[in-house]
């Protein structure tokens, strides 16, 4: 039979077995079908703003940095409050936030009334929701998990990543294709209804944490997460080098959009192609994370795949026309998606075992908020480099740098989960 422990784990039916457990098998359904609605909206909102209402470079550019960008301050607060209240329903009320305002923009193009603030409003919603979700859904996969199954629950999340960002752009392209571009954001909305259920039947009891400190929440307490993370000689390096590499990666996806569709006149479904039939290596490397660190163990794996996930993404500023670019744009995401397929969920496992259960909200809630953040900002950054220097040369730049990045990465592997501190004696 299944139990729930003091500590709120989940004790699983199969012991030693395959099976991670009934809870985590609804948290992962939960996830894959929000992750696969996601992936089937995909830039569902810039295509609105251009097919519908008519905007400009500039207007969609700022719907994408702007939502991004507020979302992530307004989350700020929300990693703090969200550490002493019960995870899973706070997950279910951001997953029904979510769905309420994503079918906010079908409803209002049905009505004729879909305008780009609201577009705006609904971007920076679901950014904030989304980072709150991660920052409980952390806390919930360490309390369903036990640690020695961390990473292949991890390795789980990362293939059906990868699945839905194989799958989800070209069947959602088709789907607007067929029924209209606000078709796949109704979709999207449905996908966080069946996530919110799918959470709730986890069932079992979710104890509520308990805080030493005084219930209110203090000015002082929204720096916590960053505070933890910063302070730690472990997590401080994986964290600098996690959010630089990602910014730098994601700064460049505009550019080689603007490189590919424009100056070397790629059709729209070939850049697709080039970027949707790399994701299988995303698979692979979800699979082989687990046998590469029983044999070589955490550290090794964690350094050496952070490391080769660098090493390709200067190979696209040399993209040439025809087949040949194609070929080469195919060949560099391939291994680039497969280092990360073998480096992300080993990092999420390391960044959990290191993180005290009282305090995974607020550092998986800091964590997002700097990556959006670091993102948005190199996104801008590289944006105007681009004017300046030329798309290619900065496609270049952002290569280089990432092959610096290695310099940031854990020199020494951790020998234990650090404890929780005590709660001070009552005078």
């Given at each position: 039979?299944?139990?729930?422990?003091?500590?709120g784990?989940v004790e699983?039916?199969?012991?030693?077995g395959?099976s991670l457990?009934?809870?985590?098998?609804?948290?992962?359904?939960a996830?894959?079908?929000s992750?696969?609605?996601t992936?089937?909206?995909?830039?569902?909102f810039?295509?609105?703003a251009?097919?519908?209402l008519?905007?400009g470079?500039a207007?969609?550019?700022?719907?994408?940095?702007?939502?991004?960008?507020?979302?992530?301050?307004?989350?700020?607060p929300l990693?703090?409050w969200?550490?002493f209240?019960r995870?899973?329903p706070v997950?279910?009320?951001?997953?029904?936030?979510?769905c309420a305002?994503?079918l906010?923009v079908?409803?209002?193009?049905?009505?004729?009334?879909?305008?780009?603030a609201?577009?705006?409003?609904?971007?920076?919603v679901?950014?904030a929701?989304?980072i709150?979700?991660?920052?409980a859904?952390?806390?919930c996969?360490?309390?369903?998990?036990?640690?020695?199954?961390?990473?292949r629950?991890?390795?789980?999340?990362?293939?059906?990543?990868?699945?839905?960002?194989?799958?989800?752009?070209?069947?959602?392209g088709?789907?607007i294709?067929?029924?209209?571009?606000?078709?796949?954001v109704?979709?999207?909305a449905?996908s966080?209804?069946?996530?919110?259920l799918?959470?709730?039947?986890?069932?079992?009891?979710?104890?509520h944490?308990?805080?030493?400190?005084?219930?209110?929440?203090r000015?002082?307490d929204?720096?916590d997460?960053w505070?933890y993370?910063l302070?730690?000689p472990a997590?401080?390096?994986l964290?600098?080098?996690?959010v630089?590499?990602?910014g730098?990666?994601?700064a460049?996806?505009p550019?080689l959009?603007?490189?590919m569709?424009?100056?070397?006149g790629f059709?729209?479904w070939?850049?697709?192609?080039a970027?949707?039939?790399?994701?299988?290596?995303?698979?692979?490397?979800s699979r082989?994370a687990?046998?590469?660190?029983?044999?070589f163990?955490?550290?090794?794996v964690l350094v050496?795949?952070?490391v080769?996930?660098?090493c390709w993404?200067?190979?696209?500023?040399f993209?040439g026309?025809g087949t040949?670019g194609l070929v080469l744009?195919m060949?560099v995401?391939f291994?680039?998606?497969?280092?990360?397929g073998v480096?992300?969920p080993v990092?999420?496992?390391?960044?959990l075992?290191?993180?005290?259960?009282?305090?995974?909200?607020?550092t998986l809630?800091a964590?997002?908020?700097?990556?959006?953040l670091?993102?948005?900002?190199?996104?801008?950054?590289?944006?105007?480099l681009?004017?300046l220097?030329?798309?290619r040369?900065?496609?270049?730049?952002?290569g280089?740098?990432l092959?610096a990045t290695?310099l940031?990465?854990?020199?020494q592997?951790?020998?234990s989960t650090?404890?929780?501190p005590?709660?001070?004696?009552a005078?």
């Amino acid at each position: 039979m299944s139990g729930v422990t003091e500590s709120g784990v989940v004790e699983s039916d199969v012991v030693g077995g395959g099976s991670l457990g009934r809870g985590f098998g609804w948290l992962w359904g939960a996830y894959a079908v929000s992750t696969f609605g996601t992936r089937l909206a995909f830039d569902a909102f810039p295509l609105i703003a251009v097919m519908v209402l008519d905007a400009g470079p500039a207007r969609v550019a700022a719907l994408s940095a702007v939502g991004l960008a507020v979302g992530a301050v307004v989350a700020v607060p929300l990693g703090p409050w969200v550490e002493f209240r019960r995870k899973r329903p706070v997950m279910i009320a951001t997953d029904l936030l979510r769905c309420a305002v994503l079918l906010s923009v079908p409803l209002a193009y049905a009505l004729g009334r879909l305008g780009f603030a609201q577009l705006l409003v609904v971007s920076v919603v679901v950014a904030a929701a989304d980072i709150t979700f991660r920052a409980a859904a952390g806390s919930c996969l360490k309390a369903l998990v036990r640690g020695p199954d961390l990473l292949r629950a991890n390795g789980r999340f990362e293939a059906t990543t990868w699945t839905a960002a194989m799958l989800g752009p070209p069947v959602g392209g088709a789907a607007i294709g067929l029924f209209g571009p606000v078709v796949t954001v109704a979709a999207d909305a449905v996908s966080h209804l069946l996530s919110a259920l799918g959470i709730r039947a986890i069932g079992g009891g979710e104890p509520h944490p308990r805080r030493a400190a005084p219930s209110r929440l203090r000015a002082g307490d929204l720096l916590d997460g960053w505070r933890y993370v910063l302070a730690s000689p472990a997590l401080r390096p994986l964290f600098l080098n996690t959010v630089l590499v990602n910014g730098l990666i994601m700064a460049t996806a505009p550019l080689l959009a603007v490189l590919m569709l424009g100056d070397l006149g790629f059709a729209p479904w070939q850049y697709a192609l080039a970027f949707a039939v790399p994701c299988l290596g995303g698979l692979v490397g979800s699979r082989m994370a687990g046998p590469l660190v029983a044999r070589f163990g955490e550290h090794r794996v964690l350094v050496t795949s952070g490391v080769l996930r660098v090493c390709w993404p200067v190979g696209l500023a040399f993209v040439g026309p025809g087949t040949g670019g194609l070929v080469l744009v195919m060949a560099v995401e391939f291994g680039l998606i497969a280092s990360v397929g073998v480096y992300n969920p080993v990092y999420a496992t390391r960044r959990l075992e290191l993180t005290p259960a009282d305090r995974v909200a607020r550092t998986l809630s800091a964590w997002t908020v700097s990556g959006k953040l670091t993102t948005a900002a190199l996104t801008a950054l590289w944006g105007l480099l681009a004017g300046l220097t030329g798309t290619r040369t900065a496609v270049a730049l952002a290569g280089v740098l990432l092959l610096a990045t290695p310099l940031l990465l854990p020199r020494q592997p951790h020998t234990s989960t650090p404890t929780p501190p005590r709660p001070a004696a009552a005078d």
